[in-house]
Nanobody, 115 residues
Framework: QVQLVESGGGLVQAGGSLRLSCAAS????????MGWYRQASGKQRELVAQ???????TYTDSVKGRFTISRDNAKNTVYLQMNNLKPEDTAVYYC?????????WGQGTQVTVSS
């Protein structure tokens, strides 16, 4: 069992930045994949970015060049640095941790980008 707690969401103007944090209750170095998802109102949850063992990262096309996912194994924390935010980035952002065959979710943090 892994508990995940997100923080760092909020209201920001377009073009601004936020950094989301996801603190895990156990060592993240033992987890296969950690990632950030988002769900906008009325839409399906989508993968935003993920980081695998060895720090291999992938991003959805709409955030490439603007978002950066990283991990600090010593702090058991994964981050999502979001720059040049756009109104279409508005959503609830969820942290997820995969420990095959299980997938764990955080409670989510709201990000709102005003135009």
């Amino acid at each position: 069992q892994v508990q995940l707690v997100e923080s760092g969401g909020g209201l920001v103007q377009a073009g601004g930045s936020l950094r989301l944090s996801c603190a895990a209750s156990k060592s993240i170095s033992s987890l296969n994949v950690m990632g950030w998802y988002r769900q906008a109102s009325g839409k399906q949850r989508e993968l935003v970015a993920q980081i695998r063992s060895g720090s291999i990262t992938t991003y959805t096309d709409s955030v490439k060049g603007r978002f950066t996912i990283s991990r600090d194994n010593a702090k058991n924390t994964v981050y999502l640095q979001m720059n040049n935010l756009k109104p279409e980035d508005t959503a609830v952002y969820y942290c997820a941790a995969q420990n095959v065959p299980y997938l764990y979710w955080g409670q989510g943090t709201q990000v709102t980008v005003s135009s």
